[in-house]
């Protein structure tokens, strides 16, 4: 009798083994899905992710764009305001015997060589020396020189501000070459915190 209960015992052991194994199936059976859901479902929360970082900067490029055009139409509003009061005041003093003005594509020409010129911050003596020569050829004024000089390097400052804020922050290298072109172009920090304002605003009107 005792080796029939050791027998039965064993084959109670081995049923009970039998089921164990065929429960931790189908628990493995039933898991692969669910992980195979939350895998898929992470993967769509990345595409989601990266389909707005991209509108994001797709956003921010058309905003800089705009500031940036808005800037240069100003610049040549503002040298066509000044050619033509400039001609008023020349025909007040002097009746009809008025001297022609400069055309408006010579200006806007002139402007675009000091963009050219100044786009790095700075003037060497040879860009210096052709300017001289461009302003003589044209026959632009040292105040009208004066005056568009100041609207480059103010369009040139904004531009600047644009792509230090294109990745929505501003970095310390960004902040040093922001530093460098307000020190030269002496734009003052008013002027500087008005610009940053209106570019910060532009950016977020986009997102």
């Known amino acids: 009798m005792p080796d029939l209960d050791?027998?039965?015992r064993k084959v109670e052991e081995l049923k009970r083994k039998i089921l164990e194994q065929k429960k931790k199936e189908v628990t493995d059976a039933s898991a692969t899905p669910a992980i195979d859901k939350l895998v898929e479902e992470e993967k769509k929360r990345a595409e989601i992710v990266e389909r707005h970082a991209q509108e994001v900067q797709r956003q921010?490029?058309?905003?800089?764009?705009?500031?940036?055009?808005?800037?240069?139409r100003h610049v040549e509003e503002k040298s066509r305001r000044q050619q033509e009061e400039e001609k008023r005041r020349i025909e007040t003093q002097k009746g009809t015997?008025?001297?022609?003005?400069v055309p408006i594509v010579s200006i806007q020409a002139y402007a675009q060589a000091l963009k050219h010129a100044w786009s790095d911050g700075a003037l060497s003596k040879d860009e210096n020396a052709i300017l001289v020569t461009l302003r003589k050829a044209m026959g632009i004024s040292d105040q009208e020189n004066m005056d568009l000089e100041q609207e480059v390097q103010l369009e040139i400052y904004l531009q600047a501000i644009?792509?230090?804020?294109?990745?929505?922050?501003?970095t310390p290298q960004d902040l040093d070459r922001l530093d460098i072109l307000r020190d030269r172009f002496k734009i003052s920090a008013e002027e500087h915190?008005?610009?940053?304002?209106?570019?910060r605003q532009e950016i977020l009107r986009q997102r």
């Not at 015997?97 to 003005?101: I, L, M, N, S």
């Not at 915190?193 to 570019?199: S, W």
């Open 193 to 199: 915190l008005r610009l940053e304002k209106q570019v």
């Open 162 to 170: 644009v792509d230090s804020w294109k990745s929505g922050s501003i």
């Open 97 to 101: 015997q008025a001297p022609p003005t």
């Open 6 to 8: 050791e027998q039965r």
């Open 60 to 72: 921010t490029e058309i905003a800089s764009k705009r500031l940036v055009e808005e800037t240069r």
